[in-house]
């Protein structure tokens, strides 16, 4: 039977966390192993967390103060131990189908890859379905550029490999704490997964993904003016900024050997050149056709210096 260890990270989740604890610990098929990461929560989660941990042998906790839930999320990989067979991310308010690991891990033993990524059914803040995210008309784009574009893959379905987990946790390779703070830990890994072509998609769902007002990251749309307002904010926070780049910068830093099968990665990672620019305004859909941005709105960024 494999072995999992299952990482979650916290952050003022009590009023879903009893339930999504609950599926973790009814997983089938596997020996599994909950490492938990409050990232400075004010609520009741700790309490909670400190409930299941003296109830199950199998639930382990660690409590840090706020650094984001990138950052919390790529620590709490780097501090557990490295002889489990599968690694696992979860968020603290979804609901796992008992079935979830054992399949996706079926999934990627066939097809060789060392990241799972699978679909997902979409359910409101009392559980009930929205429909699945991407249907069948969907394309999902798993390619480095698109992914640079825009991340259809998240980070609650991946299950990566002993090898990967390894090789994600190597000093040389991590990316870098202001990186994770405007692309969080599923866009990295998925990333350099990509980079390696070492990626597999499920398109069923084996997790229902809570939606409600509090989410970290989410997959149902949202109103234009909320979206605008995130681009605004984004566009006067010199942190916020430049999200793609840096991405880009980072990945052919860390990878250069593989980066180079990629230009089009050093062409966004030196986006604010003339060259550059001009590439990227021209193939401006490779960033924005799963988004609703714009390509005047995009264009208007690159010219700016702000992708």
């Not at 229902?208 to 007002?213: E, F, T, V």
């Amino acid at each position: 039977m494999n072995r999992i260890a299952v990482l979650m990270s916290t952050y003022n989740g009590e009023k879903y966390l009893r339930e999504q604890l609950d599926s973790l610990l009814n997983q089938k098929g596997v020996i599994s192993d909950i490492f938990v990461r409050d990232d400075g929560s004010c609520d009741g989660t700790k309490n909670i967390l400190c409930e299941y941990e003296e109830k199950h042998s199998n639930i382990h906790l660690s409590f840090g103060k706020n650094i984001g839930v990138g950052n919390s999320f790529m620590n709490l990989l780097y501090s557990i131990p490295d002889d489990y067979d599968y690694y696992a991310f979860s968020d603290q308010d979804d609901i796992w189908e008992d079935v979830k690991l054992t399949e996706g891990i079926k999934v990627l033993e066939k097809s060789g890859r060392q990241l799972y990524a699978s679909n997902m059914e979409c359910v409101d803040k009392d559980g009930t379905s929205l429909g699945i995210r991407f249907t069948d008309d969907t394309k999902i784009c798993i390619s480095p550029i698109n992914i640079l574009g825009f991340n259809m893959l998240a980070g609650c379905t991946l299950i990566m490999t002993n090898k990967f987990y390894k090789f994600l946790s190597k000093i040389e390779n991590r990316p870098s704490t202001e990186l994770l703070n405007i692309r969080i830990h599923d866009v990295w890994c998925v990333m350099v997964a990509a980079i390696y072509d070492e990626i597999i998609y499920d398109e069923k769902s084996f997790i229902k993904y809570r939606q409600h007002n509090n989410n970290a990251s989410g997959g149902v749309k949202v109103s234009r003016l909320k979206v605008f307002k995130t681009r605004v904010k984004k566009i006067f926070n010199k942190k916020l900024r430049n999200c793609r780049s840096r991405l880009a910068k980072e990945i052919c830093l860390k990878f250069p050997d593989r980066a180079k099968d990629y230009p089009e990665l050093k062409i966004c990672a030196d986006s604010n050149k003339f060259h550059s620019k001009k590439w990227i305004i021209k193939n401006n859909k490779l960033f924005t056709e799963n988004t609703n941005e714009s390509s005047a709105f995009f264009i208007l960024k690159v010219l700016l210096n702000l992708i």
